[in-house]
């Protein structure tokens, strides 16, 4: 009597995408035969499933469709510099065990399988089969770290163009880690790659880091000052394992640019939940309209009325009359021109993501992109390349009655 799992999800893996454990049984012939799957999500028992025979003498148990509801990204709003991003992965793993007999029994022989960590994203298919998690890893073990470069924030943004941010705007990035310590290195730069000001803050435990890369959070948690940032052209931001393994352990430097342009219309900037479980950015500096869609709910009432024992017609009576009127508010926001890259990225990005947040004076306004479809332009096909998004700002207004 014997199970083997022959396939696992890798240590890191996306939690909308399949999380597979494929396994075997010596005892696969026997009558009635059945694999039993218990599920546990952060060491604790969530669940227990029934599989049968499907190739062969094996079996598998796909846990996507459960922990996809199990985990969340918050947007973060406390002014955290960075935090271990709790909420968005938990700790994943199996026991698998056999039943069988006339009548079928549980053979009580646990198989555990290995943890996974799996955390809140969706990649497309063909990104999918294709990843492979050390290439998000800023641990020390992770023989990638031998080029630094190939450890990624985790963001599709196009590494070869400019990320924009105001000095009282937002920006994010998220790494995972497997060491037990990070240390997240900020680095400002004149235009002339003059380095004016560095920080470098410890963070225990990490997993899955989310960093809030704003310079206005960076200014109120380490000692780089406002002035500093008046300086700068741009920062770099950048993580490195702290563990025990041979290798350097390092991220990639991903750079933030400093917007200062005068602007000639309001600026919107948006925030939307990538394929990754982390937040992308982008600012939208052209001319955006503001609307409003009204609906009415209308009842029709006799003409006339009675007035002391005479049943009168007066003008201001009405006969057909609101009830009540509710408003919804809608932006159109146009980017300025931009490179093919930006654009094929964020339309994919920005146009496929369920969660996007306006930022607002004050805070940060959930909205709903109402465009259905998306086009990856180029500029041998389109000329110069520019966007617009149509929002609808999620908030109702209801009238009083009539």
Not at 92 to 113: D, F, H, L
Not at 141 to 149: A, G, Q, V
Not at 363 to 371: A, I, L
Request: with cysteine; glycine share 6%; aromatic share 14%.
């Amino acid at each position: 009597m014997a199970i083997t799992i022959t396939q696992s999800p890798q240590r890191i893996t996306p939690g909308t995408n399949p999380v597979e454990w494929v396994f075997e049984s010596d005892e696969a012939s026997q009558p009635n035969f059945s694999f039993i799957i218990e599920l546990f999500i952060n060491g604790v028992y969530h669940s227990t499933h029934e599989q049968y025979i499907q190739d062969l003498n094996s079996g598998r148990f796909d846990a996507s469709e459960i922990l996809r509801s199990f985990l969340f990204s918050d947007l973060v709003t406390d002014g955290t510099l960075a935090q271990v991003y709790s909420g968005a992965y938990a700790f994943v793993k199996i026991i698998v065990y056999e039943k069988y007999g006339t009548p079928p029994v549980i053979i009580n022989e646990p198989y555990p399988s290995t943890t996974a960590i799996v955390y809140n994203g969706a990649l497309r298919h063909q990104d999918w089969i294709d990843y492979n998690y050390q290439f998000y890893n800023a641990s020390r073990d992770n023989s990638l770290t031998t080029n630094p470069t190939q450890v990624k924030f985790l963001t599709t943004f196009p590494r070869d163009q400019k990320a924009f941010v105001g000095i009282d705007q937002s920006c994010f990035l998220g790494i995972f880690s497997t060491d037990e310590e990070l240390r997240i290195n900020f680095r400002l730069f004149t235009a002339a790659g003059v380095q004016i000001a560095t920080e470098s803050i410890p963070l225990t435990f990490p997993q899955f880091v989310i960093i809030d890369c704003s310079p206005q959070t960076i200014i109120a948690n380490t000692s780089i000052t406002g002035l500093q940032f008046d300086s700068a052209a741009y920062y770099q931001v950048l993580v490195s394992g702290m563990g025990t393994g041979p290798f350097g352990g390092a991220s990639e430097s991903f750079r933030f640019y400093m917007d200062t342009d005068c602007k000639r219309y309001e600026q919107r900037r948006l925030h939307w939940l990538n394929k990754f479980g982390v937040w992308d950015s982008m600012s939208f500096d052209l001319d955006s309209i503001d609307s409003t869609e009204v609906s009415s709910i209308d009842y029709a009432r006799n003409k006339g009325l009675w007035n002391n024992g005479a049943h009168l017609y007066p003008l201001y009576q009405g006969q057909m009359v609101n009830a009540s009127k509710s408003s919804m508010d809608k932006t159109t926001i146009n980017s300025d021109w931009m490179k093919t890259q930006v654009q094929q990225w964020l339309v994919r990005e920005l146009g496929e993501s369920p969660r996007v947040f306006l930022e607002v004076s004050g805070g940060f306004e959930p909205v709903k992109v109402d465009n259905t479809s998306f086009q990856l332009k180029t500029r041998k096909r389109n000329g110069l390349i520019q966007e617009q998004f149509t929002l609808t700002r999620t908030y109702l207004y209801i009238s009083q009655l009539n």
